[in-house]
């Protein structure tokens, strides 16, 4: 196998494991195993396994960049369109995670472990090179969240929007467990198209609701 095969054959093995048991949970021997490379190959390719998870969040995230900013520029674009509204900013990162996830399949599971993984306190590494990456490529997208957004105070869009990242983290990590007791309590199971579909007006009224000074939980 050449150095290329090698590399990817750990990346997708790498993406696989780490879709099914996270990342903490994924040993080094694990992904040369699943990848049937030498136990030295993972350093050698990517310095070390920190490297690798960066190699695959490379891999996941920038066509997620890609595919959300080709729907914005769309969007804006439009002959006929006024301001892009929160409503539909929320419908195309949905759509961009759909997207994203019909080309592979472990996609979202990797996305969602990802944003679990780098607001870990050890991660500084893994947030410094995630912002370094793709800062400047969700700045606009979260720019124009901000201008529809309810007037707030800057240290307020910031948990407003860590607010919307937590919940569509904690929905779609846990997909799986939710669908099965939505099946048992209600005998149906939604697909994630309605779920993320779902969750567009939820995620919309908290960004939209005025932020109050009144801190009625304070005892």
């Not at 409503?87 to 759909?98: A, G, K, Y």
């Not at 307020?156 to 904690?170: A, N, V």
């Not at 993320?196 to 908290?206: D, F, K, N, Q, T």
């Not at 609701?209 to 801190?215: G, H, L, Q, V």
Request: net charge negative.
């Amino acid at each position: 196998m050449n150095h290329k095969g090698t590399s990817a054959s750990i990346i997708k093995a790498a993406e696989i494991l780490f879709a099914e048991q996270g990342f903490a949970e994924t040993t080094v021997r694990q992904i040369t195993s699943k990848a049937d490379v030498n136990l030295a190959a993972i350093n050698y390719h990517f310095g070390s396994k920190k490297g690798l998870i960066q190699a695959v969040a490379e891999k996941f995230l920038t066509p997620l960049c890609t595919e959300l900013t080709s729907m914005l520029e769309q969007r804006q674009s439009s002959t006929d369109a006024g301001q892009v509204t929160l409503d539909e900013l929320l419908e195309i990162l949905m759509r961009t995670l759909l997207v994203v996830n019909r080309d592979n399949v472990n996609a979202l599971a990797v996305f969602m472990r990802l944003l679990e993984l780098s607001y870990m306190q050890n991660q500084e590494e893994l947030r410094e090179f995630l912002v370094a990456r793709y800062q400047d490529t969700l700045q606009p997208f979260i720019l124009l969240l901000r201008e529809d957004a309810a007037p707030m105070e800057d240290d307020e869009f910031f948990w407003r929007l860590h607010f919307l990242l937590g919940s569509i983290t904690f929905t779609l990590s846990n997909f799986q467990t939710l669908h099965t007791i939505e099946k048992r309590e209600y005998q149906r199971g939604a697909e994630v198209e309605k779920i993320l579909h779902r969750m567009i007006p939820v995620l919309s009224a908290g960004l939209q609701a005025r932020a109050d000074k009144t801190y009625f939980c304070r005892v």
